[in-house]
């Protein structure tokens, strides 16, 4: 509404941010206008940056909602209306028009209170609800004041109608569009529910009634045209590749000459082309080479290997995803087991209180489907927090790294690293480590987790040379699955090390030569790029 002019762009970014959190637009605007809080500071990272003039608007706003929600029980829908209008400014504005526009404007106003005045006489109960459901069921018979209701021969302007909605009127000039088979006449629609015949008391007519309908349809739209009258019709509609037969009723309408006239300056026409087919050919562009040093991490060498053309997606072509809420969550849940064990290091007392007091304030609200989905994932975290610190936390821990980063080098040949970031790692014995992972989705099986990609990636840290030097004896690696609360301790030999290496090598070597096949599986139901993979087109 031009009452509160806020600009396009920033009603552009609030539906951007809503959509980005899963709020409606109301949720979104009252955690932008609302009063700091937890919950606030979750989005603070995530807000859009609107102008000064928009925050004051949404404010407005948000304050004539809360205060007529208030009215909701005990007013009527035409009373709420009236107070809207009063409250904001608009009828003081609608009152002193100016314009034509203005005048229209006013005019439908108070149209759309008189249908709600008699909806109120003949209703004992008018509230909101009730009346939101009378206009809607108006507006699906064709009773719209903004359709039907407006004196449109008063005004001088182009006016789009259905035929049922011209009944009676007359215009200079008149276009009938559409003049296809199928779209005029329509396709006859048969009834879900047909009532049956017996209890129809009229008589009904015969042969084809659908047919005999529309013609009549056809009939008063052209009787409503003084002047001139206009049949237009299009070959092809959207990207339809069929060409479309004209109405029968244009031949109906118009003698023998006329119609060779029109049919003799048809061109011969060549099947219409599909948007993406206007395109040019792909100029064949020289292979992107990948950098002299190559470093890759776990998350590309295992994305890569479960989907090729996947990697190329994410990581050659950059296309950006939404983020998922599973992932969000696991975010969240890593970034308070941190922040809970570096205040550990100092204070072995530590209570669990504080560690749901750090999830709660790391909580990331990106990725999930509505509310009451992200409501859920976040008691799905407080309760394996919670289940976690009961069943494993204990203030003999020997920690001597968080979010520990590292790079290492595979193979003795090309400059090829391997980075990564180990979540947490402890002192077991004199010389020995435990090397802890926490995992917030399934639990796998153990035999699997034996062979893990992972687990060799962070021995081959822990037995580096440049970071740990630790012989593989000396290392153990711990999964807590949060989710099952389980922990799962697992080692590897030096084959399956070996092993490990010459997979990232040979993954390397695949990616370098640009080999993106596409491997199709059971992962594909849940890619983020199904929708533009070149397998399933």
């Known amino acids: 509404m031009d009452l509160f002019d806020i600009s396009s762009q920033d009603i552009s970014l609030l539906l951007t941010f809503a959509r980005r959190c899963s709020l409606t637009l109301f949720e979104?605007?009252?955690?932008?206008?609302?009063?700091?809080?937890?919950?606030?500071?979750?989005?603070?990272?995530?807000?859009?940056?609107i102008n000064l003039n928009t925050d004051k608007a949404i404010r407005f706003i948000y304050t004539l909602i809360q205060k007529h929600l208030n009215r909701v029980k005990r007013d009527t829908a035409g009373q709420i209306l009236y107070y809207f209008l009063e409250d904001s400014g608009y009828l003081q504005k609608i009152a002193k028009y100016k314009t034509e526009k203005d005048e229209r404007i006013a005019l439908n106003i108070s149209k759309f209170f008189d249908k709600l005045k008699s909806y109120e006489i003949t209703h004992e109960d008018a509230n909101i609800f009730a009346a939101v459901d009378f206009i809607k069921m108006s507006m699906e018979l064709g009773e719209s004041p903004n359709a039907v209701d407006l004196d449109k021969e008063l005004y001088d302007a182009v006016k789009i109608l259905t035929i049922h909605s011209a009944k009676g009127l007359e215009f200079p000039v008149v276009f009938l569009i559409n003049l296809t088979q199928d779209r005029f006449p329509t396709r006859e629609r048969k009834e879900t529910i047909p009532i049956p015949q017996e209890l129809i008391k009229e008589t009904l007519p015969s042969g084809d009634f659908h047919l005999q309908e529309e013609r009549r349809l056809f009939y008063v739209g052209m009787t409503r045209a003084m002047e001139r009258l206009y049949f237009t019709a299009s070959r092809y509609y959207g990207e339809g590749k069929r060409l479309r037969k004209f109405s029968p009723f244009i031949h109906e309408s118009l003698d023998?000459?006329?119609?060779?006239?029109?049919?003799?300056?048809?061109?011969?026409?060549?099947?219409?082309?599909?948007?993406?087919?206007?395109?040019?050919?792909?100029e064949k562009l020289p292979p992107k080479k990948l950098d002299q040093q190559t470093?890759?991490?776990?998350?590309?060498?295992d994305t890569y290997?479960?989907?090729?053309?996947?990697?190329?997606?994410?990581?050659?072509?950059?296309?950006?995803?939404?983020?998922a809420g599973q992932a969000s969550l696991g975010t969240t849940v890593h970034n308070a087991l941190e922040q809970f064990y570096t205040e550990f290091i100092n204070n072995k007392d530590i209570k669990k209180e504080r560690l749901l007091e750090l999830f709660e304030r790391s909580w990331i609200p990106l990725g999930y489907t509505s509310k009451s989905?992200?409501?859920?994932?976040k008691n799905e975290g407080r309760k394996m927090l919670l289940n976690y610190f009961k069943t494993f936390h204990s203030k003999t821990l020997k920690i001597l790294d968080l979010e520990k980063s590292f790079k290492i080098k595979i193979g003795a040949g090309e400059d090829i690293f391997i980075n990564g970031k180990i979540d947490r790692l402890d002192s077991t014995s004199k010389n020995g480590i435990e090397i802890i992972d926490y995992k917030t989705g399934k639990l796998q099986e153990e035999k699997k987790l034996k062979n893990s990609l992972q687990l060799s990636i962070y021995l081959l840290a822990a037995t580096d040379k440049g970071l740990y030097n630790k012989k593989l004896s000396e290392v153990s690696l711990t999964f807590y699955y949060l989710q099952a609360n389980q922990k799962i301790t697992v080692?590897?030999?030096?084959?399956t090390l070996q092993k490990a290496k010459e997979n990232i090598l040979e993954a390397v070597v695949?990616?370098?030569?640009?080999?993106f096949k596409p491997k199709k599986g059971p992962a594909c139901d849940f890619c983020q790029f199904k929708i533009i993979c070149e397998a399933w087109q």
Do not use: H, W
Request: glycine share 2%; net charge positive; with cysteine.
């Open 256 to 282: 023998e000459k006329q119609l060779m006239r029109i049919f003799a300056t048809q061109k011969d026409e060549k099947n219409q082309l599909s948007i993406f087919e206007f395109k040019k050919e792909k």
């Open 305 to 323: 290997q479960l989907c090729p053309l996947k990697y190329k997606y994410q990581y050659v072509l950059k296309i950006p995803t939404n983020p």
């Open 491 to 495: 080692d590897q030999t030096e084959e």
């Open 510 to 515: 695949n990616i370098k030569a640009e080999k």
């Open 28 to 49: 979104a605007v009252e955690i932008i206008v609302g009063p700091d809080s937890s919950e606030k500071n979750n989005y603070k990272k995530f807000l859009p940056k």
């Open 373 to 377: 989905d992200e409501s859920n994932s």
């Open 295 to 301: 470093t890759l991490s776990f998350t590309q060498i």
